[in-house]
């Protein structure tokens, strides 16, 4: 158990770095974007920042922006007393946790555009999600400034958005990523699995077990179109669930540019499906 420093506001969080001779973008510093309710998937990303750094700053924000008006903002689930538990049982120091006013005053007007990253897969469904991301993340690192964000693997069109607005926008920081936790029946982790009824929970599963599929078809050599493997993971959906198919993508892992054709080393196969109301990601590379 590390002692923990809980910051409510950007000026506390600075000062503090500040008082104890953390530099700007210091080296010995990382940084690791919540929305809280954290559970394995969340601490696999901290205890790989405190590998790396000895002070790891947790932040802790469901983020307005990235909600569309008819999404879950208000029912998101939080707990931050679990939070800090959970940060301190794998060494974070600090938790950033700041108020919406704050960080989404109603005077903001300038945003962060993700391009066209942002209008595939996800942003297909979700327009101004990435917008949304990319904003308060920006936000985030220059408040934090540090040398190191880790981000996961679960959220894959994320880390690659965010991977190419430090490099176009020039924040001096290295994004790692870490893999996808999962629970026992495949599901990865998410805050949002504790929506499912457990039918639905059930279901969900093959939203894995369809992705391991396909990746398996292409690791075996029995197929390198892309058609094929998208096919595989929707059939494995749609005959055993009623989950409502959103979209299943074989693109390139650097770009998120479509693939008709598999390159081992590049490709993704990503998936979003609505197992009742709850909506889940899950991706594949290989
Ligand atoms: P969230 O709190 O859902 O915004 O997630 C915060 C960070 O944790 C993001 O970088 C996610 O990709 C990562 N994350 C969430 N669930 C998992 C998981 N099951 N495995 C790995 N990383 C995850």
Redesign the pocket.
């Known amino acids: 158990m590390t002692t923990l420093n809980l910051h409510t506001g950007a000026g506390a969080l600075r000062a503090a770095l500040k008082a104890d001779g953390i530099a700007p973008w210091d080296e010995r510093l990382a940084l690791v974007?919540?929305?809280?309710y954290l559970h394995e998937?969340?601490q696999?990303?901290i205890r790989h920042a405190a590998e790396k750094c000895s002070r790891v700053v947790v932040s802790i924000f469901v983020n307005p922006l990235q909600f569309a008006p008819n999404e879950d903002l208000d029912k998101y689930p939080r707990d931050l007393e679990h939070d800090k538990t959970a940060c301190s049982a794998v060494g974070a120091t600090d938790i950033f946790f700041p108020s919406v006013a704050e960080l989404t005053p109603p005077d903001l007007r300038v945003t962060v555009d993700p391009g066209d990253m942002g209008a595939v897969l996800c942003g297909k469904s979700r327009p101004t999600h990435f917008r949304g991301v990319c904003t308060i993340c920006t936000k985030l690192f220059n408040i934090v400034q540090p040398s190191l964000a880790v981000?996961?693997?679960?959220?894959a069109q994320?880390?690659i958005i965010l991977r190419k607005l430090v490099k176009d926008l020039n924040i001096p920081i290295t994004i790692d990523g870490?893999?996808?936790?999962?629970e026992p029946s495949g599901i990865?982790?998410?805050?949002r699995n504790t929506y499912l009824a457990p039918d639905e929970y059930r279901q969900a599963a093959f939203l894995s077990q369809g992705l391991f599929h396909a990746r398996n078809m292409a690791v075996r050599g029995k197929t390198a179109a892309a058609k094929d493997l998208v096919t595989a993971v929707i059939d494995t959906i749609t005959k055993n669930t009623a989950g409502v198919i959103d979209y299943v993508e074989c693109v390139s892992v650097k770009d998120l540019s479509p693939l008709t054709k598999i390159e081992f080393g590049e490709t993704m196969i990503a998936a979003a499906v609505k197992f009742g109301s709850t909506r889940l990601i899950d991706n594949v590379r290989f």
Do not use: C, N, Y
């Not at 990865?188 to 805050?191: D, E, F, P, V």
């Open positions: 974007p919540t929305m809280g998937g969340h696999a990303l981000f996961g693997w679960k959220d994320q880390q870490v893999e996808i936790v999962r990865a982790r998410s805050s």
